[in-house]
């Protein structure tokens, strides 16, 4: 199938009819080298063909787990990844006279070569971050179409089902793995990575954000506020 390639920043894109953002974090070469040796110091690499990500360890065995959006030491990185998520929602046109947007958990994952991360999705959030922390031509980030879901009609994308590949049919869409990108993103979107082909491993920081209403406003079609 058809596989478009993303490489603009600060832009918001339909793909498959979900919303997707990407952008550079403002600094992201000093916040990386900050935080790249806690995370490495910190990580164990899996001995299988997947990525490790630390929000399946036990936090008694590491001293990161999936509350680095809690984590003193990585304070200064989320103040941008929030301006970023600001960025994603401002674009889309929410009121954010009415709406709060809260990182419910957030993960480090490690490639080594030849590692990746397999389709899936994630079912406890409305959005989902990647940032990458170290990452260049090492396995780009894929977000995947869903029409079987959407009309019980699973026609694989290859040939020769299909005619002619265009933007009405294409399979992916393929977001660069680079130092400093941040992705924005629908939770319930299937996504997965590329392998990552060479020595150097591949650090990336994940999240799940939540959108209720602002404390004191009520709707009966969303979240209330937890506060």
Do not use: C
Request: charged share 25%; proline share 5%.
């Amino acid at each position: 199938g058809l596989i478009i390639k993303v490489n603009l920043m600060a832009n918001i894109s339909k793909w498959f009819g979900y919303p997707i953002y990407i952008t550079k974090i403002k600094n992201s070469e000093k916040l990386n080298k900050k935080i790249i040796p806690i995370i490495e110091k910190n990580i164990t690499p899996t001995n299988s063909q997947y990525s490790r990500t630390t929000d399946v360890k036990p936090k008694e065995l590491q001293s990161i787990d999936d509350n680095l959006h809690l984590d003193k030491r990585f304070d200064n990185l989320y103040k941008e990844i929030e301006q970023g998520i600001k960025g994603a929602v401002l674009l889309q046109n929410y009121n954010t006279d009415l709406f709060e947007f809260y990182i419910t958990k957030s993960w480090a994952t490690y490639s080594i070569k030849d590692q990746f991360i397999s389709y899936h999705r994630h079912m406890s959030s409305h959005y989902s971050f990647v940032y990458y922390v170290q990452a260049k031509d090492q396995g780009n980030l894929f977000l995947l179409d869903d029409e079987a879901h959407k009309v019980g009609l699973n026609i694989p994308r290859r040939d020769p089902y299909f005619s002619k590949w265009d933007e009405t049919n294409f399979a992916k869409a393929e977001y660069p793995a680079e130092s400093g990108n941040l992705v924005v993103f629908p939770s319930m979107i299937f996504h997965e990575t590329g392998k990552n082909p060479i020595d150097t491993p591949r650090i990336s920081i994940s999240g799940d954000i939540m959108i209720t209403m602002k404390e004191g406003i009520k709707s009966e079609h969303n979240i209330p506020s937890p506060s």
